[in-house]
């Protein structure tokens, strides 16, 4: 004769208690419960998390590039329009781009001191913003400069020879590129 399992019902119908996520004691209960309407509100306070799935999609491989210390632009086989900030499709005739590498020294074709700016960049405020000119690139690509005080900004800067520097650990984000003079 086979083992009969175990079905005591109250045994079966317990849940494993543990001490994760919020866990209250001693809650305030009203012993009469026509006091209940008089009860204070509880209140938890929970840390709250999500994680968020992003995809870069045709964008990846710049992301790719930046992680392994190398910028990328794309350059149209069709009509040779070049991208300082990658396209996957050109946008003066439609044809799909080619990745190519760019140069990582360049120059300063613009700037601007910014005195805010987002979360991400409210502790480094005043910075400056760049917009990164190669020779035979037909756009700029916008990155930080680092190292002069934006307090003593100048026209001077305008065509002045800049180094890319990439941070050591990527967070894969355009922030994982910056610049600063080269000479």
């Excluded at 001490?19 to 009469?32: H, M, R, S, W």
Aim: with cysteine; glycine share 6%.
């Amino acid at each position: 004769m086979a083992n009969k399992p175990n079905l005591n019902p109250e045994a079966a119908a317990k849940i494993e208690e543990t001490e994760e996520g919020t866990v209250l004691f001693n809650v305030p209960f009203p012993k009469d419960l026509s006091q209940l309407k008089e009860m204070s509100p509880i209140l938890v306070k929970q840390p709250y998390q999500i994680d968020y799935l992003h995809s870069y999609g045709q964008d990846s491989p710049f992301f790719a590039g930046l992680a392994n210390k190398k910028l990328l632009g794309t350059k149209c086989p069709k009509c040779g329009y070049t991208y300082g900030t990658p396209r996957l499709h050109c946008m003066m005739c439609g044809a799909e781009c080619d990745w190519f590498e760019l140069p990582q020294e360049a120059r300063i074709h613009t700037f601007t001191v910014c005195h805010f700016g987002s979360q991400e960049f409210l502790p480094q405020c005043p910075f400056i913003l760049i917009q990164v000119e190669w020779d035979g690139v037909d756009t700029l690509f916008l990155s930080r400069l680092v190292g002069p005080d934006p307090n003593e900004a100048t026209l001077d800067w305008v065509g002045r020879k800049i180094r890319a520097r990439f941070l050591r650990l990527s967070k894969f984000k355009p922030t994982d590129v910056y610049f600063v003079f080269a000479d």
